[in-house]
């Protein structure tokens, strides 16, 4: 079956304009109609995005039955972090710690999702781990953090058969990471697959200079395509673009 993943960045839904928009975040994903939205930077009862549970809100006004919201930043008042929208079951949730020390907190929001194979009346079901993650500013913190991500029980314990995509925004400017996530953990790349001899530009989404986000797969899975969003709307709405693939199990 075939399926269709995106992931944003979405900045809390405040523009590079500085105004908080979520109907326009609402408008680029609706318009690429993927059936996995991962999305960053998700505010829930923070006062700069309304006190608005952004997940909750994202979801609802997409038509996502199911969702997924791991926090890791706790502010004064509110918190954010990763939100996994899916048009199909989410069979089970954990947020994963990544942070390093007493910097930042980042996390890895994973989801096992059930994709259901419509031409068999949804009867068919492949399940799908889906790891969701933000790094950190610093290489040498986004290096310890892609370590603590490859011992966690809920990527250590996976077969490298198993259909699998980590994706999100890695802060990886200089494809660092690609080597660890492309050798010692099996993966392959679908942001540098492109045919363009260089990964997807995302960062900042008016004049994209950096590769700050990527998707990697691996197991019984096909890349078939994967492109950065061309609507003019997306290069105010967030300072990231989104990034889509669609893929096919086999």
Not at 61 to 76: E, I, K, S, W, Y
Not at 175 to 195: I, Q, Y
Not at 203 to 216: E, H, K, N, T, V
Not at 224 to 243: E, F, K, N, T
Request: charged fraction near 25%; glycine fraction near 8%.
């Amino acid at each position: 079956m075939r399926f269709r993943v995106l992931t944003y960045n979405i900045h809390r839904a405040i523009g590079v304009d500085r105004r908080f928009r979520p109907e326009r975040i609402v408008r680029i994903i609706d318009h690429h109609q993927a059936d996995i939205v991962l999305l960053q930077e998700v505010d829930e009862g923070a006062p700069r995005s309304r006190e608005m549970d952004l997940a909750r809100s994202l979801a609802d006004d997409l038509g996502f039955p199911h969702r997924a919201m791991g926090h890791n930043v706790t502010l004064r008042k509110g918190r954010y972090g990763n939100a996994t929208l899916s048009k199909h079951p989410i069979l089970s949730e954990r947020n994963i710690d990544l942070t390093i020390e007493l910097w930042k907190r980042r996390g890895c929001q994973h989801t096992a999702i059930g994709l259901q194979d419509g031409a068999s009346g949804g009867l068919s079901q492949t399940r799908l781990d889906v790891f969701n993650l933000h790094l950190g500013l610093s290489a040498r913190h986004r290096a310890r953090q892609i370590e603590l991500l490859a011992r966690s029980g809920e990527m250590s314990d996976l077969s490298p058969e198993a259909p699998c995509l980590v994706g999100g925004d890695f802060n990886d400017w200089r494809s660092l990471l690609m080597p660890f996530l492309t050798g010692g953990m099996n993966f392959r790349s679908a942001t540098e697959s492109t045919g363009r001899g260089r990964p997807l530009l995302t960062y900042p989404s008016f004049f994209p200079r950096g590769a700050l986000d990527r998707i990697y797969y691996r197991g019984p899975l096909a890349l078939l395509s994967a492109y950065r969003c061309r609507l003019r709307l997306s290069r105010v709405a967030s300072d990231h673009l989104p990034i889509v693939a669609d893929f096919e199990t086999f």
